[in-house]
């Protein structure tokens, strides 16, 4: 009997390996479908640049002096269904941040701002799950959101398909950026904020931002997951928070060999070595779950939430670019 049990098990973990290579290889079919315009018409910069020619002023919008764009973790299904932590954090960073447009529309995970539940062949599997997701916060089920938006953070950082997913989600960040009062002639500063593996995605869109806006873009990644991105010579900054009890984050100093202080001649390296990068250290933070950097319940000695000292940090490497934020120091 407990041969037959083995030998089940076996067969099951067979089959889940089985299913995650298939889904593996069929994670860029989105991108590459996206590319060959089987969605609409081809892409290109070209076609982008003629749809950002700047509208007249408008005595009725007040146009921010800086925008920023927060790209979520891996466990949201939509740009619009971030979950209480996050919706906290953003208003927190909005109220400290005066003069500044905080915008959280932008799905990080699609190269067409397309949301799990939206136009797809399994929106009814994605519907089912957001509902049993809100029964239960604990549901395994909840593992498959995160499986298949780190497939697509794994898109990002191929250089076989990386560039195609970039360029994508650049133009969902500069169409949701002009919705939002973004004037392309103006060419106003741009902060992109990334969760996990949302800084990884922000990293990859940043060359593509800057050849279409011609506007300077930093990138605060909280906890992000990143590989040596080329992406990352054409940020102005990268701010980088780590919390001493998030390993999850070194992921991506494990895989990617152009994080490997051997290479110096990566991205990474080039990056580190023209001081484009800062590191700051946060505290005992997780990378998800309690304790996590938007966690509010946990606090550090001082008193301090997480979330307050996330929210701080955050505040000065935007208003103080390219020094270490002194918060970092305590």
Request: proline share 6%.
């Amino acid at each position: 009997m407990i041969s037959d049990l083995l030998i089940n098990i076996l067969w099951l973990i067979g089959i889940a390996i089985v299913l995650f290579f298939i889904a593996a290889a069929l994670a860029p079919l989105e991108s590459l479908g996206w590319w060959a315009g089987w969605f609409g018409s081809p892409p290109s910069p070209k076609t982008v640049r003629k749809q950002l020619s700047p509208e007249p002023h408008s005595a009725t919008i007040d146009t921010a002096q800086h925008y920023v764009v927060y790209l979520s973790g891996i466990g949201t299904m939509s740009g619009d269904s971030l979950n209480e932590k996050e919706q906290y954090f953003l208003s927190q960073l909005s109220a400290r941040l005066p003069g500044s447009m905080v915008i959280c529309d932008v799905f990080p995970y699609s190269v067409m701002n397309n949301p799990l539940t939206g136009q797809r062949m399994l929106a009814w599997f994605w519907r089912w799950l957001q509902h049993s997701r809100l029964r239960s916060d604990i549901s395994i089920l909840n593992n498959l959101i995160f499986l298949r938006n780190l497939l697509q953070v794994a898109v990002s950082a191929d250089q076989r398909y990386g560039t195609i997913y970039s360029f994508g989600v650049a133009t969902e960040i500069i169409e949701s950026l002009v919705d939002h009062g973004y004037r392309t002639d103006e060419r106003r500063p741009i902060t992109l904020i990334g969760l996990s593996g949302g800084g990884q995605i922000a990293v990859g869109s940043v060359p593509y931002l800057t050849q279409l806006l011609g506007a300077p873009v930093r990138v605060v990644s909280i906890g992000g997951v990143l590989s040596s991105d080329p992406g990352i010579l054409s940020v102005d900054h990268l701010y980088h928070l780590s919390g001493s009890k998030d390993h999850i984050q070194h992921i991506g100093t494990l895989l990617y060999t152009g994080r490997w202080p051997i290479f110096p001649h990566s991205a990474w390296n080039r990056a580190r070595t023209r001081q484009k990068i800062t590191v700051i250290d946060v505290g005992p933070m997780r990378h998800m779950g309690h304790g996590d950097y938007l966690s509010r319940s946990a606090r550090l000695p001082c008193g301090q939430s997480f979330v307050e000292r996330t929210v701080a940090v955050v505040t000065e490497a935007i208003t103080h670019p390219y020094e270490q934020p002194a918060s970092s120091l305590a």
